[in-house]
């Protein structure tokens, strides 16, 4: 090779070996900026499971959606208190914290059934009390629901024997990225929760996010995933949906209404529903109480805390 031709490809060679290193300098640029913009969720929202717990459960409304009660058509308001509950079981583990918050010990779960079925209570399901909101059905006397969050195994082992004793209904909200999960039912334990005729199943997001504030995509494909997954895999139509945590907005709401839901249920507590809180109707916590202490309290008619 001559001289001349050496200095050539010499500097050709170097040349492309600029151009290369350019170009993976303009590709790390930009995957920065992909991560941070796409990737990354914006203001600093959370996409990362968050377990309820009595201080992050959200107890009051949002500012827009209190404003926007106070604007809203007069409606029928419906005195129809719905229960909130998540493990119902005997805690093997004092030291399981969030386990021990949020529990119900079996005995006392069975004497609250007991209590309001002796009181004249009728047990309904979110599904019901949507068709009353839509003028489909009439309100039963004194209507109570029992909600579940979350799909634990203690439901199919523990509360669905008890509905059954006492021919109950009641709605569980599942979410359904966690069955098959270690702390939550099998495929064929919810199953047989559907097949028992006396439990409407609702969604609960896939994977327990707290919606507020969430970009919209996120959103959708939480609110929607759930419902579609839970409708193809049991055969049954979804109509009802808990946001994670009670977190909620206005954008969350909106999804949840254009995906086919007829109610959606909130942890703010109070006992009063109509149409223009139906996509986040008020819960509240029964705790401890039964018998006489169970009844007073839900004849109050402001409730402030659980």
Same mark, same amino acid.
């Given at each position: 090779?001559?001289?001349?031709?050496?200095?050539?490809?010499?500097?050709?060679?170097?040349?492309?070996?600029?151009?290369?290193?350019?170009?993976?300098?303009?590709?790390?640029?930009?995957?920065?900026?992909?991560?941070?913009?796409?990737?990354?969720?914006?203001?600093?929202?959370?996409?990362?499971?968050?377990?309820?717990?009595?201080?992050?459960?959200?107890?009051?409304?949002?500012?827009?959606?209190?404003?926007?009660?106070?604007?809203?058509?007069?409606?029928?308001?419906?005195?129809?208190?719905?229960?909130?509950?998540?493990?119902?079981?005997?805690?093997?583990?004092?030291?399981?914290?969030?386990? &021990?918050?949020?529990?119900? @010990?079996?005995?006392? +779960?069975? %004497? /609250?059934? $007991?209590?309001?079925?002796? =009181?004249?209570?009728?047990?309904?399901?979110?599904?019901?009390?949507?068709?009353?909101?839509?003028?489909?059905?009439?309100?039963?006397?004194?209507?109570?629901?029992?909600?579940?969050?979350?799909?634990?195994?203690?439901?199919?082992?523990?509360?669905?024997?008890?509905?059954?004793?006492?021919?109950?209904?009641?709605?569980?909200?599942?979410?359904?990225?966690?069955?098959?999960?270690?702390?939550?039912?099998?495929?064929?334990?919810?199953?047989?929760?559907?097949?028992?005729?006396?439990?409407?199943?609702?969604?609960?997001?896939?994977?327990?996010?707290?919606?507020?504030?969430?970009?919209?995509?996120?959103?959708?494909?939480?609110?929607?995933?759930?419902?579609?997954?839970?409708?193809?895999?049991?055969?049954?139509?979804? &109509?009802?949906?808990?946001? @994670?945590?009670?977190? +909620?907005? %206005? /954008?969350? $709401?909106?999804?949840?209404? =254009?995906?086919?839901?007829?109610?959606?249920?909130?942890?703010?507590?109070?006992?009063?529903?109509?149409?223009?809180?139906?996509?986040?109707?008020?819960?509240?916590?029964?705790?401890?109480?039964?018998?006489?202490?169970?009844?007073?309290?839900?004849?109050?008619?402001?409730?402030?805390?659980?």
């Amino acid at each position: 090779m001559s001289k001349n031709k050496r200095k050539l490809h010499v500097h050709n060679q170097l040349l492309l070996g600029a151009l290369t290193g350019f170009g993976v300098l303009i590709l790390f640029i930009a995957g920065i900026f992909y991560t941070e913009h796409y990737l990354v969720p914006q203001n600093n929202v959370t996409t990362t499971p968050i377990l309820e717990t009595n201080r992050t459960m959200v107890k009051r409304l949002p500012p827009a959606i209190k404003k926007q009660l106070k604007i809203a058509s007069p409606s029928a308001t419906f005195r129809v208190p719905i229960l909130m509950y998540h493990y119902v079981e005997n805690i093997q583990n004092p030291n399981d914290r969030l386990r &021990v918050e949020l529990n119900i @010990p079996p005995a006392v +779960f069975e %004497q /609250q059934v $007991i209590t309001l079925k002796n =009181a004249g209570y009728t047990f309904m399901t979110a599904k019901q009390l949507g068709e009353v909101l839509d003028g489909k059905m009439s309100l039963p006397k004194k209507p109570i629901l029992l909600t579940f969050d979350d799909g634990h195994w203690d439901f199919d082992t523990v509360v669905l024997p008890i509905l059954e004793k006492y021919h109950v209904h009641a709605t569980a909200y599942i979410i359904s990225g966690f069955i098959e999960g270690s702390d939550f039912m099998t495929r064929q334990e919810l199953r047989q929760v559907v097949n028992s005729g006396i439990v409407d199943v609702g969604a609960h997001t896939v994977h327990h996010l707290s919606l507020a504030g969430l970009p919209l995509t996120t959103v959708q494909n939480e609110v929607d995933e759930s419902k579609t997954w839970l409708e193809e895999n049991y055969h049954i139509k979804v &109509v009802s949906f808990a946001y @994670p945590n009670g977190s +909620f907005d %206005q /954008q969350a $709401i909106q999804v949840v209404k =254009a995906d086919g839901f007829s109610t959606a249920v909130s942890t703010v507590p109070g006992i009063e529903q109509n149409q223009a809180n139906r996509f986040f109707m008020y819960r509240l916590r029964p705790g401890y109480r039964t018998g006489q202490t169970l009844l007073t309290w839900l004849n109050q008619n402001y409730f402030s805390a659980y």
